[in-house]
T-cell receptor, first 112, second 115 residues
């Protein structure tokens, strides 16, 4: 089955700087890659997703890049703000499977 | 946007009792619902996948007789933790999607504490 690795597990960034979180996946048939943000005690919220026919997608300060050959994808947050502090999870899914496989999460702390 | 509700948000029960958690999609039809369990500072662990009108598919290691899942309608799925024990204490989160859309939308979670 699919295996998703996520790094780093914790990340501290000065406010205004950029943050990058990386994930690798094992199943070359995976074609859908969402990123979720989870604040303490709350539900995971989808912040951006990408499909395998696209190499990059951007939404304001958030971008995701996908390298299908290397089987890795990354989340980029620019001009970080204190409200970006949360746990971020990457996930992968292939077309023939119902379920998402999640990474282990990255705790992002923005230092004011 | 797609909204998923979950009830109750908190439950405290005695060991040996059963607890039912409801997951509802409020503004879309959820052809597929998922139940996850999350321990503190850990990732989301999928327990089971349920399609409306079908039996749930459980992940390896999840006892189907202990965690009963019913997906009787396109807007409601329930998880019943039978004969709960302290080790069942956790944060239970559901999610829902409307095929063929890939996106899963999560409920707010239910925190279960078994004494």
């Amino acid at each position: 089955g699919e295996n998703v690795e996520q790094h780093p597990s914790t990340l501290s960034v000065q406010e205004g700087d950029s943050a990058v979180i990386k994930c690798t996946y094992s199943d070359s048939a995976s074609n859908y890659f969402p990123w979720y943000k989870q604040e303490l005690g709350k539900r995971p919220q989808l912040i951006i997703d990408i499909r395998s026919n696209v190499g990059e997608k951007k939404d304001q300060r958030i971008a995701v890049t996908l390298n299908k050959t290397a089987k890795h994808f990354s989340l980029h947050i620019t001009e970080t703000q204190p409200e970006d502090s949360a746990v971020y999870f990457c996930a992968a899914k292939n077309f023939g499977n119902e379920k998402l496989t999640f990474g282990t999460g990255t705790r992002l702390t923005i230092i004011p | 946007g797609a909204v998923v509700s979950q009830h109750p948000s908190w439950v405290i029960c005695k060991s040996g009792t059963s607890v039912k958690i409801e997951c509802r999609s409020l503004d879309f039809q959820a052809t597929t619902m998922f139940w996850y369990r999350q321990f503190p500072k850990q990732s989301l662990m999928l327990m089971a996948t349920s399609n409306e009108g079908s039996k749930a598919t459980y992940e390896q290691g999840v006892e189907k007789d202990k965690f009963l899942i019913n997906h009787a309608s396109l807007t409601l799925s329930t998880l019943t933790v039978t004969s709960a024990h302290p080790e069942d204490s956790s944060f239970y989160i559901c999610s829902a999607r409307d095929r063929p859309v890939e996106t899963q939308y999560f409920g707010p979670g239910t925190r279960l504490l078994v004494l």
